[in-house]
């Protein structure tokens, strides 16, 4: 079992800063890939941008040059620092953890959400 506390949300002014933190625990040895997705009201969960076990990094078209995704392994916590934030940003990002077995069963693990609100 995995789980996934997120942390760093809150309200900016357009153009601002925030850092999102994902802190796992559990049995986070077999986690293949970490991520960060945001869902808005009436639309599907899509993923913001994702690390791989390797340190391999995507983001989403929207957030490419403003969001940057990282790990600090020793503290078994994942971050997304989101500079120059839109309005379009605000929304509840969710912390993803995926485990995919060599015979190809997928888990994925969810944090709770955290609220990110940017005015203009």
């Known amino acids: 079992q995995v789980q996934l506390v997120e942390s760093g949300g809150g309200l900016v002014q357009a153009g601002g800063s925030l850092r999102l933190s994902c802190a796992a625990s559990?049995?986070?040895?077999?986690?293949?890939?970490m991520g960060w997705y945001r869902q808005a009201p009436g639309k599907q969960r899509e993923l913001v941008a994702a690390?791989?076990?390797?340190?391999?990094?995507n983001y989403a078209d929207s957030v490419k040059g403003r969001f940057t995704i990282s790990r600090d392994n020793a503290k078994n916590t994942m971050y997304l620092q989101m500079n120059s934030l839109k309005p379009e940003d605000t929304t509840v990002y969710y912390c993803?953890?995926?485990?995919?077995?060599?015979?190809?069963?997928?888990?994925?693990?969810w944090g709770q959400g955290t609220q990110v609100t940017v005015s203009s």
């Open positions: 993803n953890a995926r485990r995919i077995t060599g015979w190809g069963p997928i888990d994925d693990y």
């Open positions: 559990g049995s986070i040895f077999t986690i293949n890939a």
């Open positions: 690390i791989t076990s390797g340190g391999k990094t």
